[in-house]
């Protein structure tokens, strides 16, 4: 736990740095949040049921508890071929700060040490997981704070969406996601009521340089509505159009999803 909390530490200083350096290409603006998106790799239903008894009566109470009040989390719909495979948690943060101090108060707090004890301290011969990647990234300034969707459907049911836009170079990463900023596209999506969570450029993760963002639907029907109807608006046509927008995207990942029953939202 010790070790896990010092690499902690040395991967917030970095992202501080990182913060630093990126504001100088932009308007950078305090009230920016930052999120940190943990993806499980589970095996079996054995390890998703540790999986989610750590997470809903352990980790997610504790960053309540620590300042933290809507944290969601996530699971492939069942056509997906990664359906039983991953689970994603989704944290927002106010500031990196924030993000730093998590793991000591994690650390001071006894209820999560009990609650979570047979999940952080498994045996090495029945781990709850087959292994977890973070991703962190920083608000997109056009939408620089986190949204909960509400919906009064069942969880499954629902869909949200979670997009990855990797990029060939750097370059070409600024320029997307000046098309979603500058641009104009966050405001399409805006218009046609696609009830985004968040858009974020990922400041550390597997498949740099990409961005990342989540919109919610009530149910599957919602989603390819809202699809139809984005790809036949005149702006849209417009925007993917232009010559300075071109290429900026090598690979679009898009994740369909259901939230937990246990999901702040």
Do not use: C
């Amino acid at each position: 736990m010790k070790k896990q909390n010092f690499i902690h530490k040395i991967l917030a200083v970095t992202l501080m740095l990182i913060s630093v350096v990126y504001s100088g290409f932009g308007k950078a603006t305090p009230k920016q949040q930052y999120y940190e998106i943990k993806i499980y790799r589970i095996a079996d239903k054995t390890q998703e049921g540790k999986v989610d008894t750590y997470l809903k009566d352990a980790y997610l109470p504790a960053l309540h508890r620590a300042g933290i009040p809507v944290v969601g989390v996530f699971k492939p719909v069942e056509a997906d071929t990664t359906f039983g495979k991953l689970v994603y948690v989704l944290i927002p943060f106010n500031t990196v700060e924030q993000f730093m101090q998590l793991p000591d108060q994690l650390m001071k707090d006894k209820v999560f040490a009990d609650a979570g004890k047979s999940f952080i301290d498994a045996p090495f011969n029945e781990p709850p997981y087959k292994r977890y990647e973070s991703i962190f990234l920083k608000a997109f300034i056009n939408f620089p704070q986190f949204n909960a969707p509400k919906y009064t459907n069942s969880p499954a049911e629902r869909i949200y969406e979670l997009r990855s836009y990797e990029s060939a170079t750097n370059a070409k990463a600024v320029k997307k996601i000046e098309m979603f900023n500058q641009g104009g596209e966050i405001d399409i999506f805006k218009k046609l009521n696609f009830n985004p969570v968040f858009w974020g450029e990922v400041l550390i993760g597997s498949h740099m340089p990409n961005l990342m963002y989540m919109t919610t639907f009530s149910d599957m029907k919602s989603h390819d509505e809202h699809w139809k109807a984005f790809g036949a608006t005149d702006e849209w046509k417009k925007l993917s159009g232009m010559e300075e927008y071109k290429n900026t995207v090598s690979k679009a990942n898009p994740n369909l999803l259901h939230p937990t029953s246990y999901s702040d939202f």
